[in-house]
């Protein structure tokens, strides 16, 4: 009948349960290792077609998103500069542009304290340094270091500059 007080229908019911969940569960890794060995099949070997795809819609997106000679502008959160991304061949880029140096086609200036271009020849290197001017700008490197309060100042005073 039952042992230690549980009826043994209720044991073998808890029994069923816990069985089939754990079959449930077996499928469901099954199907998980599934997807992941064919995603890392498809990353070991990717198909030559689908990465010659991808890198001609990338160039297309890269030429529809710009377009101009300031590619795009970012604002430092730390020193509040100002940061340009320039493309140094786009057809609208006026009489005294930034010169692309030999391959490399962008260039990142800070517009805030107007400090030399930095080239690139990519377009993602060029926005990975946009987000960190103090790598390569003297005076937001200044600014980094300087005190929270000070940032905040110089942040406001080139937000003010710019809007008026």
């Avoid at 890794?29 to 819609?57: F, G, M, T």
């Avoid at 991304?85 to 786009?90: F, P, V």
């Avoid at 200044?142 to 110089?154: D, E, F, I, L, Q």
Wanted: glycine share 6%.
């Amino acid at each position: 009948m039952s042992h230690h007080g549980v009826p043994q229908d209720l044991k073998s019911s808890r029994r069923d349960r816990l069985t089939a969940s754990a079959r449930a569960q077996s499928r469901r890794i099954d199907v998980l290792l599934d997807k992941a060995r064919v995603r890392i099949a498809a990353a070991v070997e990717p198909d030559p077609v689908d990465v010659a795809a991808h890198l001609s819609s990338a160039r297309d997106a890269e030429a529809a998103l710009g377009g101009g000679y300031v590619h795009q502008t970012h604002t430092d959160r730390r020193s509040g500069s100002f940061i340009r991304i320039l493309d140094t061949e786009a057809a609208d880029a006026p009489s005294d542009a930034v010169p692309a140096k030999g391959s490399k086609r962008y260039a990142v200036q800070c517009a805030t304290h107007q400090t030399d271009a930095v080239h690139f020849a990519e377009l993602g290197g060029a926005r990975r340094a946009a987000r960190h001017p103090q790598d390569w700008c003297p005076q937001c490197q200044g600014m980094a270091a300087a005190k929270t309060k000070v940032r905040n100042r110089a942040a406001a005073y080139a937000r003010q500059v710019r809007q008026g």
